[in-house]
């Protein structure tokens, strides 16, 4: 399913469903793949996505979560 958030100043954003993460590429301030939630459907509950601010950072940082529709 496509994905597109807007998130400035991140140099690095990736979305997790379940025990799949997907990097995003990033066009301007926006970031965008396919994520691939099909098989979480009515089995994981939320899609969660992280952002990282600055090359020294070690992790990411939780920005928002959706709950996904059963």
Known sequence: MP???RVPNAIAV???VGD???NLDCKCDRWMSKV???KHW???QKLTVY???AAKDTEYSRLLEYALAM
């Open 14 to 16: 990736a979305v997790v």
């Open 42 to 44: 009515g089995n994981k």
């Open 36 to 38: 691939h939630m099909l």
């Open 3 to 5: 994905f597109d958030v």
């Open 51 to 53: 952002a990282k601010y």
């Open 20 to 22: 799949r993460r997907t």
